[in-house]
């Protein structure tokens, strides 16, 4: 009897470590998305690495320092990964469809984070909504919101 009960509570130890690794897994693989948007024109700039922590600590709801260490680390798993295959089989097994078009939003916000949209940045958006499964209407529409939220004020 007892025997059972130290194997439930290490179980339930268990779901609640795997349950944080989920979500590290989950802030990497968007962190790490999101540095590839920001190479994608071959100009990384620093307005999109402030862009990107911005996102972080109010997507995942962090604090400046967390989410400096997240993009950090993002950076090294986008520099040792071979494509971006692992990030978004991750993404698309845990996200749901509206927390997807969320993470194609933020990529808009940091492909205009410069205030300009390269051509390459343009194609990799569309390509990792095709990955997530996100309709190219919604796409389109979060582009333009995206572009609406960046513009200057008149």
Not at 74 to 98: G, I, K
Not at 105 to 124: G, S, V
Request: hydrophobic residues 45%.
């Amino acid at each position: 009897m007892i025997k059972k009960l130290k194997q439930l509570l290490l179980g339930m130890a268990d779901d609640a470590t795997s349950g944080l690794d989920r979500q590290n897994t989950l802030e990497l693989a968007v962190a790490a998305l999101m540095v590839e948007m920001a190479r994608t024109d071959f100009n990384e700039e620093q307005s999109e690495n402030e862009e990107i922590k911005r996102l972080l600590k109010a997507h995942f709801e962090l604090t400046e320092q967390e989410s400096a260490r997240l993009l950090g680390r993002a950076q090294t798993a986008a520099d040792e990964a071979v494509s971006l295959h692992e990030f978004m089989c991750t993404l698309r097994s845990v996200l749901d469809s509206n927390e997807k078009q969320k993470v194609i939003l933020m990529l808009w916000k940091i492909a205009l984070a410069d205030n300009r949209l390269d051509k390459y940045e343009d194609h990799l958006v569309g390509k990792m909504a095709q990955l997530l499964y996100v309709p190219r209407v919604d796409v389109l529409r979060l582009k333009h919101q995206s572009q609406m939220e960046n513009a200057p004020p008149l």
